[in-house]
Structures are given as C-alpha cells and as structure tokens.
T-cell receptor, first 114, second 112 residues
Framework: EAQVTQNPRYLITVTGKKLTVTCSQNMNHEYMSWYRQDPGLGLRQIYYSMNVEVTDKGDVPEGYKVSRKEKRNFPLILESPSPNQTSLYFC?????????????FGPGTRLTVT | GENVEQHPSTLSVQEGDSAVIKCTYSDSASNYFPWYKQELGKGPQLIIDIRSNVGEKKDQRIAVTLNKTAKHFSLHITETQPEDSAVYFCAAMETSYDKVIFGPGTSLSVIP
C-alpha cells in the first residue's frame, strides 16, 4: 500500500530533551516536506527537500533540523524542544518528475513539550 | 513572500445546499493552487487542484475557479452531503521553488 508513515504518533517530552520524528514513504517520491498545524494558523511549512542531500527552509524553520540521506526517509529533529513547539506535525511527499504536485500526507504526530 | 488568506473560517450549510470557500494569494508568481480536505484525526488529502493556465476545473460535485488578475481562487461544492463535513485548506505554490503556503483553513459542517 502506498503510504507515508510517521513515528511516533504521540509524544510528550520535556524542554531541552532532543527528539526525532521519523518519516518514511514507499512511493519513490522526490519531494518531501514537514508541516506543523496549529489552530487558526493552518499548515505551516517547516522544511522541504526536493532530492537526496537537498533541503530548504520553509516558513517556520527555527528550532528544527532535517536530513535527507535516503530518498524514502526525511526525519525531523528538534535539538532542544521548547513549549512553543507543541503542535501537530505532518510529513508529506510528492512526485516531481511526473508533473503532479499532489502531496500525500502522513497520519500526523502530536507533540507536547512541557 | 507568499501569503494566503481564506474565508470563511467556519461554514455551516444544510445538506443539499452549495458551499463556497474563497482564497486570495499575494505572489503573482504562484502557478499551482491545490485544495485539501482534512477529516478529523487524519492528514490532509488532495481533492482538486488547478494550474494558472486554467480558469476553472470541475470534478463531479467539486469545482475550483481561478481569477489570476484578482489573485483569488474558490472552491465550490454542490449538493453537499454530511460526509463533506471536514476542514478544507487552500494553498498556493510556485512550482519551480516548491515552497507551499497554505491558508488557515475552513471548517465546513453539513447539517443533515
């Protein structure tokens, strides 16, 4: 089944404790992206990647890191989480070579930082 | 940079009526405008999209119109059904940069 998977789905952590949210897709998509969703603000893009070893900042990159060492994986790293990073996070992937720009979203990761 | 506004933020309609959601964008270089539907507890899912070289696109009960001059685009849902109840997001994208800006979302409730 074609899908985007994220782990964990729920995470409660404390300020300053490094964490990684994994994202993996099995559709051989070139493009991958991370978003955070907050009430009233919609989806805001954190980082995106158009290919292996190529990453670019979205609208809200501060406090986050990403890497794209393999085509299928795009982990989101919070080196020193803070309470304002409490949010619902979505990973998405999209083909680029086929001309389509449809993004396929994962199920989301709800992160709480205390 | 690009900014996308979306109205209304909430919308209630009777089953069978039409629903219209409007978005405006600021960057004239944007050339791709998708609409996503997000059901409770799930990730968003594409329902329809339009490119800047097209003024209107229709898929069964869903249609999108684009006015490039005015920089706005709209989602039209006809003959609404309870299963159309969800949050809808518009977005704008300049495809050579692949940076996507989403609107804040519209919560649609279809009352049986």
């Amino acid at each position: 089944e074609a899908q985007v998977t994220q782990n964990p789905r729920y995470l409660i952590t404390v300020t300053g404790k490094k964490l990684t949210v994994t994202c993996s897709q099995n559709m051989n998509h070139e493009y991958m992206s991370w978003y955070r969703q907050d009430p009233g603000l919609g989806l805001r893009q954190i980082y995106y990647s158009m290919n292996v070893e190529v990453t670019d900042k979205g609208d809200v990159p501060e406090g986050y890191k990403v890497s794209r060492k393999e085509k299928r994986n795009f982990p989101l790293i919070l080196e020193s989480p803070s309470p304002n990073q409490t949010s619902l996070y979505f990973c998405a992937s999209s083909p680029m070579t086929s001309g389509s720009r449809e993004q396929y979203f994962g199920p989301g990761t709800r992160l709480t930082v205390t | 940079g690009e900014n996308v506004e979306q109205h209304p933020s909430t919308l209630s309609v009777q089953e069978g009526d039409s629903a219209v959601i409007k978005c405006t964008y600021s960057d004239s270089a944007s050339n791709y405008f998708p609409w996503y539907k997000q059901e409770l507890g799930k990730g968003p899912q594409l329902i329809i999209d339009i490119r800047s070289n097209v003024g209107e696109k229709k898929d069964q009960r869903i249609a999108v119109t684009l006015n490039k001059t005015a920089k706005h685009f709209s989602l039209h849902i006809t003959e609404t059904q309870p299963e159309d109840s969800a949050v809808y997001f518009c977005a704008a994208m300049e495809t050579s940069y692949d940076k996507v800006i989403f609107g804040p979302g519209t919560s649609l409730s279809v009352i049986p």
